[in-house]
């Protein structure tokens, strides 16, 4: 049984966003898999990870490649997300990070975070895929004025800890560069960072991986996974596919029962995205927010937000349990009394779009890319922690390397992903557990 509402997993037609408004078609029509077909690789999931993993798995190591999605490429996450392609992906402090794990793992993890950027940048210039990108780096904003200390802090050990060049920006430096608000007294900027058109991202890297010889099949969920005569065999409605390896990357839309290593180590969390009419020059002049670059805040359920490039304002956030059409009817309506909060000039500013899906959490709060537990030639790459549009597709790259035995896992993979992940503490109970969390974090965000 899934966790959440069986609404949320309609794989048969596209969730409505104004991505999909604003994206050209798939320049092909990749078809519903059927009959018997044999690969050296299957990977279920056709988002960023696995299409990168097949587009390196094709292109570079000539392996045959076959992707199964459960809906179209891009259905899930890396489809609907808000297109901040930045150096996340765990939701762990780098100071707890460092005292668990070591300056040594910290930091080479860290420099796949960095390069994650460089990678989608370098592929969207390669490939000549327009994706919107945007200038001017992201920007993490203090929400309150208890926070100005702590984020200058952050500044400072970022820098020193990692050798970067972040900048911290009072709030009159905030204001000189268009980000003005009630709510927002400083500024930590990462100049590495863009944003951009997630689906035209997705879009292009499906063509790209179609044009390598991947075969990418879509209407194609998987219902049945064993093992025969060490072989893998995948069965759909329609067909029987037999690999000698599989990847899995389905992230917050992972299905335990057909997958039963990952049972109750992933935690899939809602996540809610609105975006407005066009704003006005006046209208954003009014607020005092002109700058393209995406944001976001330093709350533990943070919100996010962009100027997007036609004019449109983009703004999401975390939190809610509850994935039936009435509980993300409550849920996108407390976004839209944030976003008024947040944006009071813009209080009358009508909402054109709204719509949800999953990001993924793990127990230790990092991503994970490794074999699946003892299934031989099994492996898994998931779990972006809400912030995945760069680190997912570079873990692909990576994982295709260590699939196609080029490199070892120590060679292709930071340390801290190949950890064995441990199940949740009563991880039947996950989902309510997560609504004591949420609770917890609103309490710090308004009174901590």
Known sequence: MPLYHQSAYEFSRPVPSYWEDTAAPLSFAPPRCSGAHMADVAIVGGGYAGLTAALWLSRVHGMKVIILDAGRPGWGASGRNGGFCSAGAAKLSYEVMIRRHGIDETRTFHRALRDSVAHVRDFLSSEGVDADA??????????KRSRIGPLREETAFMNATFGLDQRFLTAGELAERGYCGPHFHAGLLDPEAFGLHPLKYLRGLAAATHRAGAIIFADSQVTQWRMTSGRHV???????????????????????????????????????????????????????????????????????????????????????????????????????ASFERLFPSWAHIESDYAWSGFVCLTRPLTPYAGPLGDVENAFGAFAWHGNGVAMSGYTGRLMANFIAGTKDAGEAIPAIMRRPLPRFALAPLRRLMLGAIYAAADLRDNWG
């Open 134 to 143: 945007t200038q001017g780096g992201d920007l993490r904003l203090a929400h």
């Open 234 to 336: 995948l069965r759909t409605a329609d067909a029987e596919i037999t690999a000698d390896k599989v990847l899995l990357a389905t992230n917050g839309y992972t299905p335990e029962d057909v997958a039963p290593w990952v049972g109750g180590r992933l935690l899939p969390a809602l996540s809610r995205i609105m975006v407005t009419r066009k704003i006005s020059e006046g209208e954003r002049s009014a607020q005092g927010w002109n700058s393209v670059a995406p944001a976001h805040d330093t709350r533990d359920l943070l919100h996010y937000f962009r100027l997007l490039p036609d004019g449109r304002f983009l703004f999401g956030g975390r939190g809610g349990i509850d994935a039936s059409p009435d509980g993300m009817k409550r849920s996108q309506n407390a976004l839209r």
